[in-house]
């Protein structure tokens, strides 16, 4: 598989792996945010990072994007790999459809962002403009532009943050079929425990800037969060961010039938 090499150059992903990091660290005004952190997702892996606000989660999806390169260390990605951010930062002066291929080599046809937007459910509104969209649409189709680019690395920085409960159960459903249906690698940046968990093949603890702790989800899917072993990884992953499982989780929300 072609990669993306960001220093040191070595020579290919290692056998078996989407991403390989080793040694990475990147600072900021002298203070490192990453130190010395080390990374493997495979092909086809759903992985989640969850961790406190600030402690590099988001450095990181930045670094594996190609979009920071101040870095000392191996980052080792494929080529064909896109980004889902928090704002799905769609040109309002372009209508969707040409949002969707924005960015992309040559002049493809509009025929190209319908079939992505078809597969995220808003093929209706190719023609629409950004600001008459919803919120759960603009995430949409901020998806679709990155889908149409046959990713094998899908990177999501909390795409899901600015949703309303509802729309955010529908999206987080979304992704987790667009996976099973496109077998990409994918990496998810989350604040939400639930989220990690519900989602993921395996879900990491960010901390000190490395991979503090790790856990896989052997749950069969899809899942079930009123199942006790969803509770204990959920409560262990809240222990290990250092917060108290005391708050109901949104099963527990739910009125009784």
Same mark, same amino acid.
């Given at each position: 598989?072609?990669?993306?090499?960001?220093?040191?150059?070595?020579?290919?992903?290692?056998?078996?792996?989407?991403?390989?990091?080793?040694?990475?660290?990147?600072?900021?005004?002298?203070?490192?945010?990453?130190?010395?952190?080390?990374?493997?997702?495979?092909?086809?892996? $759903?992985? !989640?990072?969850?961790?406190?606000?600030?402690?590099?989660?988001?450095?990181?999806?930045?670094?594996?994007?190609?979009?920071?390169?101040?870095?000392?260390?191996?980052?080792?990605?494929?080529?064909?790999?896109?980004?889902? $951010?928090?704002?799905?930062?769609?040109?309002?002066?372009?209508?969707?459809?040409?949002?969707?291929?924005?960015?992309?080599?040559?002049?493809?046809?509009?025929?190209?962002?319908?079939?992505?937007?078809?597969?995220?459910?808003?093929?209706?509104?190719?023609?629409?403009?950004?600001?008459?969209?919803?919120?759960?649409?603009?995430?949409?189709?901020?998806?679709?532009? *990155?889908?149409?680019?046959?990713?094998?690395?899908?990177?999501?920085?909390?795409? $899901?943050?600015?949703?309303? !409960?509802?729309?955010?159960?529908?999206?987080?459903?979304?992704?987790?079929?667009?996976?099973?249906?496109?077998?990409? *690698?994918?990496?998810?940046?989350?604040?939400?425990?639930?989220?990690?968990?519900?989602?993921?093949?395996?879900?990491?603890?960010?901390?000190?800037?490395?991979? *503090?702790?790790?856990?896989?989800?052997?749950?069969?899917?899809?899942?079930?969060?009123?199942?006790?072993? $969803?509770?204990?990884?959920?409560?262990?992953?809240?222990?290990?961010?250092?917060?108290?499982?005391?708050?109901?989780?949104?099963?527990?929300?739910?009125?009784?039938?």
């Amino acid at each position: 598989m072609a990669t993306d090499v960001h220093r040191p150059v070595t020579p290919a992903v290692p056998t078996g792996s989407a991403v390989h990091v080793e040694g990475l660290t990147r600072s900021f005004d002298g203070r490192a945010v990453i130190d010395d952190l080390r990374l493997d997702v495979r092909p086809g892996e $759903f992985v !989640a990072l969850l961790g406190r606000s600030g402690c590099g989660k988001s450095t990181l999806l930045r670094i594996l994007a190609g979009l920071d390169r101040d870095i000392e260390g191996t980052v080792l990605v494929p080529r064909r790999k896109a980004v889902a $951010f928090q704002s799905p930062r769609l040109m309002p002066w372009k209508k969707v459809w040409r949002n969707v291929l924005l960015g992309l080599p040559g002049k493809p046809e509009r025929d190209v962002a319908e079939r992505a937007l078809d597969e995220v459910g808003l093929s209706h509104r190719a023609s629409a403009w950004p600001k008459t969209l919803s919120g759960g649409e603009a995430q949409r189709a901020s998806l679709a532009r *990155a889908l149409v680019r046959e990713p094998d690395l899908l990177l999501l920085d909390e795409p $899901f943050g600015a949703l309303d !409960a509802l729309t955010r159960i529908k999206a987080q459903r979304l992704v987790g079929e667009l996976w099973q249906r496109r077998g990409c *690698a994918v990496l998810l940046v989350t604040h939400d425990v639930e989220e990690a968990v519900l989602l993921a093949d395996r879900v990491l603890v960010m901390d000190g800037g490395v991979i *503090a702790y790790e856990t896989r989800v052997d749950l069969e899917r899809p899942r079930d969060l009123t199942d006790p072993r $969803f509770a204990e990884l959920r409560a262990e992953l809240l222990r290990r961010l250092g917060v108290d499982d005391t708050a109901p989780s949104e099963a527990e929300k739910q009125p009784a039938a």
